[in-house]
């Protein structure tokens, strides 16, 4: 191996998403080191609510149990109407029982959630990050970055293979590279209250504990914390920002008279929709704030950073590992701009106009349906996975439709040799190939000839003990999971490890063909080898 093969990765930005994106690259044995300006991590108070799709992701990452132990689990996202206090139909996370193994979204103030992910990655990777080193300028070169840095020692230069700009919406990387960012900010501020009062005991009001109230004249929302509850409202244009009698007052006017209120802890911040023309440039990208800054409605700004965190690594991985050529990387921005341009910042938009009841037009978000359960949880985020353009972040109607190349695949179970597997457990640090056709037959699977890539039998027929695929078959009874995903019998599916769907094609088990070689080495630009099955 050579100097330059051996050098980390470098995370410029120690919040949750350059956190996160550190511990992706530790999952998959990346080298990795996190520089943070601060002394500290922040003590501010922020983004509180933490999505489905991103538990998902932080367990992929080895990381859920630890931020799961400081969080509050909640099954229900309230729709209030303020004026009249009736209750609208709520989204039910319950509802995803059959999709994932986290039905439920998770309160966790952003202050708090830092220090989790930053303890679990010290367990993981001791020693990589960081404090009180910023930033000062890089240059990029043919196969590393240079980074200069001032710490609290002097400066420290520091070489690294690729730069990931985690360093928010103010980034020094997107300015040294000269990227533009478009957008808007709106005139209108938020005004966050961290409030110590019993709702639950002494003044019971049984809310939600995630709960929004609409109103054309003043909006709220409502957000138990584990330690707290959490107040959000709009400040108009030029409103000066209110005292803490003002700010108990306030909040009294929504949730009625309350007995030992007080405020513990305030943050009045700027609401933007901002995006950077360009995520990558050579061997530096831009993400989640420094790509996007979309402040959140819907919990829709951390989270969709972490799709960035979810997104990027595992193509690191492979171009750092051999398995792919550099080209993997052009797919980071093509899937998730679109996603935070047009997905998260359109639905932010929108989630604002139906909290004024000026607009009625997100009903595809609102409601109690399983459709929009998926979608307010972001499980139903199906990204540009060939450069069609063909992605969404909205999926409709009662039941789950057939699987599409682009979906995350639901997190279905099987059974393998040695009892329950989970489908994202299978494809955590592969490629998976799974070939959903009769086990008892003896179907033609192709071999495990493929670096970073792994093929299994799907089977409502489990494998005979005297079968050469026993170990290569995956037991599903009564064919729940084929029926669940709408896939027909000799039907392979190739799955990224992100769980994503790379492509479906038909499977024929009785000729030496492997319907998936190709799309695979379309993906990672790698030609299959001479003489491999077609």
């Known amino acids: ?43 501010d108070t922020k983004a509180g609510t ?32 303020r004026a009249t206090g009736t209750a609208r139909a709520s989204v039910h996370t319950g509802l995803l029982g059959d999709d994932t193994r986290f039905p439920f979204v998770v309160n966790i103030p952003q ?9 679990r990655l010290e367990e993981l990777a001791p020693g990589v990050v960081h404090m009180g080193h910023r930033m000062t300028g890089f240059d990029q070169h043919d196969d590393h970055v240079s980074l200069r840095l001032d710490t609290p020692t002097g400066e420290r230069r520091v070489a690294a293979r690729y730069l990931l700009a985690c360093d928010g919406g103010r980034s020094q990387t997107r300015e040294q590279l000269g990227i533009t960012v478009e957008g808007h900010t709106l005139d209108q501020r938020y005004m966050l209250v961290d409030l110590e009062a019993d709702l639950d005991v002494a003044n019971p009001r ?14 709220m929302i409502l957000v138990r914390q584990p330690h707290c509850w959490r107040f959000l409202y709009p400040l108009e244009p030029g409103a000066p920002e209110p005292d803490r009698a003002e700010l108990a007052a306030k909040a009294k006017r929504f949730i009625g008279d309350v007995d030992g209120l007080r405020v513990l802890g305030t943050n009045v911040y700027p609401v933007h929709h901002r995006v ?30 972490v799709l960035d965190a979810s997104n990027l ?31 998260s910042g359109e639905m932010a938009e929108a989630a604002r106009a139906y909290m004024d009841r000026r607009d009625d037009g997100v ?18 985020v199906r990204l540009d996975v060939d450069g069609t353009g063909d992605w969404s972040m909205i999926a409709t109607g009662e039941e789950p439709r057939p699987l599409r190349a682009g979906d995350r695949l639901p997190d279905v179970r099987l059974f393998g040799p040695d009892g329950a597997v989970h489908a994202h457990d299978l494809c955590a640090d592969t490629f998976v190939g799974l070939y959903f056709t009769d086990a008892r037959r003896t179907p033609r699977l192709p071999a495990d000839d493929t670096p970073g890539l792994r093929r299994v039998v799907v089977s409502r027929w489990d494998a005979p003990l005297d079968s050469p695929l026993r170990d290569r078959a995956l037991f599903d009874p009564g064919s729940r999971a084929m029926r669940r995903l709408g896939v027909w019998p000799d039907t392979a599916v190739l799955l990224r490890p992100d ?31 001479e003489g491999a099955l077609t």
């Open 276 to 305: 950077a023309d360009r995520w990558r440039a050579g061997r530096v990208f831009l993400m989640g704030d420094a790509a996007h800054l979309i402040t959140p409605m819907w919990a829709l700004g951390l989270n969709t950073g």
């Open 111 to 119: 202050h708090h959630l830092e220090p989790v992910l930053r303890r």
């Open 1 to 43: 191996m050579s100097e330059q093969e051996s050098l980390p990765v470098a995370v410029v930005g120690g919040g949750p998403i350059g956190l996160i994106t550190a511990l992706g690259l530790v999952r998959y044995g990346i080298p990795v080191v996190v520089f943070e300006e601060d002394e500290t991590l922040s003590l």
């Open 206 to 219: 049984d809310y939600p504990y995630l709960a929004y109230f609409g109103d054309p004249a003043e909006w």
């Open 499 to 529: 769980g994503h769907v790379a492509a479906i094609a038909a499977f024929d088990p009785t000729i030496d063909v492997d319907p998936l070689r190709a799309a695979h080495a379309r993906i990672t630009g790698r030609v299959p080898a």
């Open 313 to 343: 690594p595992w193509r690191l991985a492979w171009v750092l590992r051999g398995w792919a050529d550099e080209s993997l990387l052009d797919g980071y921005e093509r899937e998730q701009a679109p996603v935070a341009v047009r997905g």
């Open 363 to 380: 009903s595809a978000m609102a409601g109690g349906g399983w459709g929009v359960a998926v979608t307010r949880s972001l499980l139903g």
């Open 50 to 81: 933490v999505l489905t799709r991103t538990l998902e992701v932080l367990h992929r990452y080895d990381a859920v149990d630890d931020v799961l132990r400081a969080s509050l689990r909640i099954d229900e996202i309230g729709d209030i109407d």
